[in-house]
């Protein structure tokens, strides 16, 4: 059986109230700092009080906090191509890898300022 579903998603860059949210996935293997710029922009915060994070990306979709970040990367985000995505429940991951992909399939930005 096959099954097709359309979503409608609403992605609003910004810091959406962050208290609470932690890893729930990963963006695909060999996504670049470059296409997370294309698609989101340029991240909204830089290197982290700790130093575990160097470029992080905040977020909402469909009204779900999210975060895009480079943890405990081994080399400068620009060359980074393992990406976690943070949030508060597993299903934000998978509509930020939806929207992500779709996104950059398309190779253009279609994320609005919120």
Same mark, same amino acid.
């Given at each position: 059986m096959k099954?097709?579903?359309?979503?409608?998603?609403?992605v609003k860059m910004g810091n959406p109230g962050l208290v609470g949210t932690g890893f729930v996935g990963r963006l695909p293997d060999g996504t670049t700092y470059k296409e997370l710029v294309r698609v989101f922009g340029?991240?909204?915060?830089g290197l982290s009080a700790d130093g575990k994070i160097q470029a992080e990306w905040t977020g909402s979709i469909n009204g779900l906090a999210f975060t895009i970040?480079?943890? =405990?990367?081994?080399?400068?985000? =620009?060359?980074n191509r393992d990406w976690h995505i943070g949030g508060r429940t597993q299903v934000v991951a998978d509509l930020v890898t939806a929207y992500f992909m779709q996104a950059a399939r398309l190779g253009r930005k279609i994320i609005r300022r919120g």
């Open positions: 099954t097709k579903i359309t979503l409608e998603l609403e340029k991240p909204q915060q970040y480079d943890y =405990k990367a081994e080399t400068c985000p =620009k060359a």
